[in-house]
């Protein structure tokens, strides 16, 4: 069995009178692993790492967070734990490195404030108060906060939501260089090309249950295929699904919002084909892209939904 961080098995939650956020779920984290949940708006994942980070008590099933179990050492394990939520508020009238050296004096071991501050590149909003800081700067403190006791193991909780691309790439850098120094990373992310970017294995969720799991570019090889060919026809024609799946190399078909996608490995094939029998039937198409396959086309295969439906 490999070195575990976290560990679950038919982990449940149920809200009365009659709401079940997580369903049995099973996963297990390897330790030096980023490792992403990923899913739609009440699909369980902000539920299950609450528990995993001891804020929830589950309704059944086994958590195992370090080796651990939190019901018998809470304490300890807090001390080698870090968590940003998905909305953090912190104290206005502080300034940023007073903020952390507050969370900082919670651990009997951890890293220095200014380091720290450097990691989210903060070192010279330091003497900020916190209510001047841009929303970008906040979150990346948050980040320092969570640091600031060296863990073991970091959750972040759709950490990137809302930044803009700059905050949302220095965020990353972070990931990369704790995954560098073998830290554990649980990231629950709405954006694809994060996890794929960061993430060494991600879990799907859906209705409280892990429906894929492998790292990102297996889930796009077993489930969806290379490439994408998204288009939409002329007016009111509808599509012949038949006809689109009987194409050369199209090994799959869907309907999406206002149109078609299909899923191919030979798109030079693919495209000539269907223009080719729109043309024949009368049809046209009036807006054509293609893409790599990536995560999103697999929770779209999974589930029949985008991931922010």
């Not at 206005?92 to 951890?110: C, D, M, N, S």
């Not at 629950?188 to 970017?197: G, I, L, P, S």
């Not at 492998?214 to 002329?234: K, M, N, S, Y």
């Not at 009987?246 to 223009?275: E, K």
Request: with cysteine.
């Amino acid at each position: 069995m490999p070195d575990l961080a976290i560990r679950c098995r038919g982990l449940v939650k149920r809200y009365p009178p009659a709401v079940t956020a997580v369903d049995g779920l099973d996963l297990e984290v390897a330790r030096g692993e980023c490792f992403g949940l990923l899913g739609p708006n009440g699909a369980g994942k902000t539920t299950t790492v609450e528990i995993l980070e001891g804020l929830l008590a589950p309704s059944g099933g086994e958590v195992e967070v370090l080796g651990r179990r939190w019901g018998e050492d809470a304490a300890g394990l807090r001390e080698r734990i870090g968590l940003t939520l998905q909305e953090t508020h912190l104290y206005e009238k502080l300034t940023a490195r007073e903020l952390v050296q507050l969370f900082r004096a919670l651990y009997r071991r951890g890293r220095d404030v200014d380091e720290v501050l450097r990691m989210v590149s903060l070192e010279e909003k330091a003497s900020s108060w916190y209510e001047r800081l841009s929303g970008g700067q906040k979150q990346r403190l948050a980040v320092a906060v969570a640091l600031v006791g060296d863990p073991e193991l970091l959750f972040l909780d759709e950490p990137t939501t809302g930044l803009d691309p700059q905050s949302r790439r220095q965020l990353w850098d972070v990931v990369t260089e704790l995954k560098r120094r073998g830290k554990t990373v649980l990231l629950t992310t709405h954006y694809m090309d994060e996890a794929e970017r960061l993430c060494d294995r991600v879990a799907i969720v859906d209705h409280g249950k892990v429906i894929a799991l492998g790292t990102p570019r297996a889930l796009v090889a077993a489930h969806v295929g290379q490439e994408i060919v998204e288009f939409q026809l002329d007016g009111a024609a509808d599509g012949d699904e038949a006809a689109f799946a009987a194409l050369p190399a199209v090994q799959a078909v869907r309907r999406v919002a206002g149109g078609w996608q299909l899923v191919t490995d030979q798109v030079h094939l693919a495209i000539p084909a269907l223009l080719g029998s729109l043309t024949a039937r009368g049809q046209a198409a009036v807006a054509l892209s293609t893409h790599r396959a990536t995560l999103e086309d697999v929770f779209v295969t999974l589930t029949g939904r985008r991931l922010r439906d």
